[in-house]
């Protein structure tokens, strides 16, 4: 089977779950790599066959995902070029990790081998946990961004046969957690000055990793760091707990490893509202915006939340693998029956 897996780069989470899932599916067929989008940290799991600048979502320095930015600082009309250009048809099948490049090229050429294989793509089973008020602009966004035939997703729980829980990679699943009197915080959405000036109000230590730093510097309370892998691994490792966005990977690490947890969801992104609803139901704490009265009434409660993510990546690739070469899945039948619960 040769197989095209298509990989959004636009923040890091994507990434580390193909650091996962790649070399599994390479066991089991041929695969090419495409990505697309331009705001990661992480290294690849392969060289990429196909790379695009793609279509990435950008934020204000105060925590919101900004439409002007984003409207601005894409090419719209490259990308379209990049559409055209991908060869679908000379694939067997396409794994696609919410990547609008590839997963508009099957729509316009009308490829039906497509799957979704994402965080993203729980979100369009109506079992996820969801703000009472929908935002119908989100809903549409998850839906058409990257649309395909068929889809499975990762969430913090099974909430449907199709939703596996979170992919913890190795680097994580490796460390010895252990508690060493501070915090640590990745909020990209905010600016490093924003938050050293509120952080700096609190009683504990901090460390923030930085998207815009170079060099590690001090100002208070408030240790600022680049981003660097072996260092933020390092801090994820020994804190006491985690400031975060309402993302996917980085919570999920954080309740594998047994960390406090609070996360802000960035303004206007539905994704993340529905993912902070999904987290406060497990017992997280959450605010919408960032208050920093609530921020430290967290760092002085205790905080104890059971998850069983055990390590399911091989059974969940062959299962996808096997519902991807079925008959009735190739000739684009409906009505698909769900696979066999993990």
């Known amino acids: 089977m040769k197989v095209l897996y298509a990989l959004q780069c636009t923040g890091n989470g994507h990434i580390a779950r193909a650091q996962e899932l790649l070399p599994l599916f390479n066991k089991y067929a041929e695969v090419d790599l495409l990505v697309s989008g331009h705001q990661s940290q992480i290294v690849l799991p392969q060289e990429p066959k196909f790379q695009f600048k793609g279509i990435s979502l950008l934020y204000d320095a105060k925590g919101g995902l900004s439409y002007t930015k984003t409207a601005l600082k894409n090419n719209f ?12 048809k000379e694939y067997d099948l396409v794994l696609n990790d919410f990547e609008p490049i590839s997963a508009w090229a099957c729509k316009l050429s009308k490829y039906p081998n497509i799957v979704g294989v994402s965080h993203q793509a729980s979100m369009l089973f109506d079992q996820t946990p969801k703000p009472k008020n929908k935002n119908l602009l989100g809903e549409l966004v998850l839906k058409h961004y990257a649309p395909t035939q068929e889809h499975f997703g990762f969430h913090f729980e099974n909430y449907h046969p199709k939703i596996f829980k979170p992919i913890i990679r190795s680097a994580i699943r490796n460390l010895n957690p252990q508690n060493k009197g501070y915090y640590m915080t990745y909020l990209p959405s905010f600016s490093d000055e924003f938050l050293i000036e509120k952080l700096n109000e609190t009683h504990v230590d901090w460390r923030i990793f930085s998207k815009t730093a170079t060099e590690i510097y001090v100002k208070g309370n408030v240790f600022v760091f680049p981003i660097d892998q072996t260092e933020y691994l390092r801090s994820f490792e020994n ?62 409660a205790e905080q104890k939340i059971e998850v069983d993510y055990v390590d399911q ?24 029956p769900d696979p066999v619960v993990i």
């Open 239 to 300: 804190c006491d707990g985690i400031l975060c966005n309402a993302g996917f990977e980085t919570p999920a690490e954080a309740l594998f490893l047994k960390k406090k947890l609070f996360v802000i969801p960035i303004k206007n992104q539905y994704e993340q509202e529905c993912n902070a609803v999904a987290l406060e139901k497990l017992g997280v704490e959450s605010n919408r915006a960032f208050d920093l009265r609530k921020i430290q009434e967290w760092i002085d």
């Open 313 to 336: 990546s091989e059974k969940i690739v062959r299962q996808i693998l096997a519902f991807s070469s079925s008959e009735r899945f190739v000739r684009n039948e409906t009505n698909l």
């Open 77 to 88: 009309f490259k990308a379209m070029k990049d559409i055209k250009s991908v060869p679908v």
